[in-house]
């Protein structure tokens, strides 16, 4: 079975600072990962993804993850944060298990990213 | 383009009581998924349709839930008789292409907020 695990419940950092959100996942399969963000009373929004290929897959806001799977790890960086940045951030994998559940997509718990002026 | 709708987005009931949650997938997208988040904890998967059929309803926690996709439109979620444990926040999905694989991308409504007193 898929899982993956989000070891930090909440991370707070000053405005401009660099952020780490980390995620590790399990599974005997290939998979594929996400990371999804929900901005304060608004719905899930895809933030990345990696399907295959390069290992270091980007955002358009300037978050970037990569795939390490030797580590299964897939966790998301940032350089230099912004207020706007402050929401929660879910990890999540999908993939084959079988035809009828490769769909369904298995969350981390979240980590809440609170940034500070 | 109009985004994944949920209705209501607050709904507060007595144990005992029944709801009926309402999604509306973007339009011309085939795949529709219910998750449902308790508080604190991760989002979790309940149900995919592929039109008005039901795909995958491995997550549903019991028969007290009802899917229905009539039409191969929007969707409802009923609760019946709603329990205590049901809380939380119920996500609807929706996806354009199904490779079967995985890969295809989530658009996630706002969710609705169920609180059973």
């Known amino acids: 079975a898929q899982s993956v695990t989000q070891l930090d419940s909440q991370v707070p950092v000053f405005e401009e600072a660099p952020v780490e959100l980390r995620c590790n996942y399990s599974?005997?399969?290939?998979?594929?990962l996400f990371w999804y963000v929900q901005y304060p009373n608004q719905g899930l929004q895809l933030l990345l993804k990696?399907?295959?290929?390069?290992?270091l897959v980007k955002s358009i806001n300037g978050f970037e993850a990569e795939f390490n799977k030797s580590q299964t790890s897939f966790h998301l960086r940032k350089p230099s944060v912004h207020i706007s940045d402050t929401a929660e951030y879910f990890c999540?994998?999908?993939?084959?298990?079988?035809?009828?559940?490769?769909?369904?997509?298995?969350f981390g718990s979240g980590t809440r990213l609170s940034i500070r002026p | 383009e109009a985004g994944v709708t949920q209705f209501p987005s607050h709904s507060v009931i007595e144990k005992g009581q029944t709801v009926t949650l309402r999604c509306d997938p973007i339009?011309?997208?085939?795949?529709l998924y219910w998750y449902r988040r308790v508080m604190g904890k991760e989002i979790k998967f309940l149900l995919h349709f592929v039109k008005e059929s039901k795909q995958d309803e491995s997550g549903m926690p019991n028969n007290r839930f009802l899917a229905e996709r009539t039409g191969g439109t929007y969707s409802t979620l009923k609760v019946q008789p709603a329990e205590l444990e049901d809380s939380g926040v119920y996500f609807c999905?929706?996806?354009?292409?199904?490779?079967?694989?995985?890969?295809?991308?989530?658009?996630f409504g706002p969710g609705t907020r169920l609180t059973v007193l």
């Open positions: 999540a994998v999908s993939g084959p298990q079988t035809y009828s559940s490769a769909s369904k997509i298995i």
């Open positions: 339009s011309g997208h085939d795949n």
């Open positions: 990696y399907l295959s290929g390069s290992t």
């Open positions: 599974s005997s399969v290939s998979v594929y």
């Open positions: 999905a929706s996806s354009q292409d199904y490779s079967g694989l995985g890969t295809d991308t989530q658009y």
